[in-house]
Nanobody, 125 residues
Framework: QVQLVESGGGLVEAGGSLRLSCATS????????MGWFRQAPGKERECVAA????????YYADSVKARFTISRDNAKNTLYLEMNRLEPADTAVYYC??????????????????WGQGTQVTVSS
């Protein structure tokens, strides 16, 4: 399995921006399809964005399209999530996750088998 460590969360005002990073170690990063998920209190964990192995194919939840951008740097073994025009509804713990299976959409969290510890994002109104 791959080890994942998120960073970059914090407190930001509505309309602001944050960039999350997910550093990886272990097996070859480029072998994995990657995803960003979030979980707000009392809600299920949901997919925010997902990306293929080479960074060409990307998938987004409707709620974040045109505001969030997922990317990866396979040379640095790092996954990113650029979040712009943040809204209070974006407040959640954000997790990165990895899986070997291919992607065709922003998938269910149950299909990922490696997870980071999460980073808190809080957007104030």
């Amino acid at each position: 399995q791959v080890q994942l460590v998120e960073s970059g969360g914090g407190l930001v005002e509505a309309g602001g921006s944050l960039r999350l990073s997910c550093a990886t170690s272990g097996r070859t990063f480029s072998s994995y399809r990657m995803g960003w998920f979030r979980q707000a209190p009392g809600k299920e964990r949901e997919c925010v964005a997902a990306i293929g192995r080479r960074g060409i194919s990307t998938y987004y939840a409707d709620s974040v399209k045109a505001r969030f951008t997922i990317s990866r740097d396979n040379a640095k073994n790092t996954l990113y999530l650029e979040m712009n025009r943040l809204e209070p509804a974006d407040t959640a713990v954000y997790y990165c996750a990895a899986r070997l299976l291919g992607l065709s959409s922003c998938p269910s969290s149950s299909s990922f088998n490696s997870w980071g510890q999460g980073t808190q994002v809080t957007v104030s109104s």
